[in-house]
């Protein structure tokens, strides 16, 4: 029988490769936060806040002959950071004279940093990272048991 | 005569099936967070199903994994408690197959040893 999806410990890295994939987001969420108070002025731009794009990961081998197209021949193989991109909102402008940063206007930019943003994508990505544990964890419960039931 | 092809050929195509649709489901939950991914699903007993009451062989039905486009075009269709859902189901049936071509071989074991 000729399955797309075989191997045993497949299953394994493509539940890998979405907690890797959340670990990933969550760095660049701390990084956004670490940075969220760099102040900047027209010339200097203040921190840019960074957003993670994933995409789908595909088996190679089969990818090239079905041509990309979606059925059977499409293999799972999880998913991947396909780029961090930068967030293009406007930076919000404070009026703050004796600022270092401060223009001959006392005009002083911020990051476009949402706090309560980040801590909200911080919640979503520990729920997304517990589910892909709780299947990786049935996953494995599942081939346990059948070791368990074949063993002679 | 003993065929152990025969004997437990579903056993073992019902297992392949589960195999590959709980890859199908921790792919899907990899996925969650990805813009405009449709979810895997493979299928088997409908078509099992569909064979049977078309009086066609049930012998070969192959299972088809394919993608479900429900859902808004362009967005993502993944739930996740219904994948979480879904592996559970996957795997309780996959320990009753296996148990299924465990006792098999048990039986036979103990035609031959005599426990």
Same mark, same amino acid.
């Given at each position: ?7 045993? @410990?497949?299953? @394994?890295? =493509? ?12 760095? =660049? ?9 760099? $102040? ?8 840019? /806040? ?22 059977? *021949? ?16 406007? @930076? ?8 270092? *940063? ?22 979503? =990505?520990? /729920?997304?990272? *517990?589910?892909?544990? $709780?299947?990786? /964890? $049935? ?8 070791? $368990?039931?074949? /063993?002679? | ?7 437990? +050929? ?9 195999? &590959?649709?709980?890859? %199908?489901?921790?792919?899907? !939950?990899?996925?969650?967070?990805? &813009?405009?991914?449709? #979810? ?12 049977? &009451?078309?009086? +066609?062989? &049930? ?10 486009? +429900? ?15 879904? !592996? ?10 296996? #148990?299924?071509?465990? +006792?098999?071989? %048990? ?7 005599? #426990?």
């Amino acid at each position: 029988m000729n399955d797309p999806m075989k191997g045993v @410990f497949r299953g @394994f890295d =493509i539940a890998g490769a979405g907690l890797r994939a959340q670990l990933q987001r969550s760095e =660049i969420v701390a990084s956004n936060l670490g940075n969220m108070h760099r $102040t900047g002025n027209a010339k200097n731009e203040p921190y840019r /806040r960074k957003v993670v794009v994933f995409e789908e990961l595909l088996d190679q081998a089969s990818k090239g002959a079905a041509g990309g197209g979606s059925g059977r *021949d499409m293999v799972a193989g999880g998913v991947a950071v396909a780029k961090v991109a930068e967030d293009q909102s406007p @930076f919000p402008v404070y009026y703050q004279p004796g600022h270092p *940063d401060a223009d001959e206007n006392g005009q002083v930019m911020g990051s476009n940093v949402e706090l309560f943003r980040e801590l909200i994508d911080m919640q979503a =990505i520990e /729920r997304n990272f *517990d589910a892909n544990l $709780t299947a990786m /964890r $049935t996953y494995r419960s599942m081939l346990q048991n059948s070791i $368990t039931n074949l /063993r002679g | 005569m003993i065929d152990f092809d025969r004997d437990i +050929s579903f056993q073992r195509r019902m297992l392949d099936v589960l195999d &590959a649709r709980s890859k %199908a489901g921790l792919h899907n !939950l990899a996925n969650q967070d990805v &813009a405009g991914f449709k #979810r895997y699903v493979v299928r088997f007993e409908d078509l099992l199903k569909q064979a049977e &009451a078309g009086g +066609s062989g &049930a012998d070969d039905v192959e299972p088809v994994t394919e993608r479900d486009q +429900s859902g808004r075009p362009g967005a993502n269709n993944v739930v996740v408690m219904e994948e979480l859902a879904m !592996l559970g189901k996957t795997s309780l049936l996959h320990d009753m197959m296996t #148990r299924r071509v465990g +006792s098999y071989f %048990a039986t036979l074991n103990k035609a031959v040893v005599g #426990r």
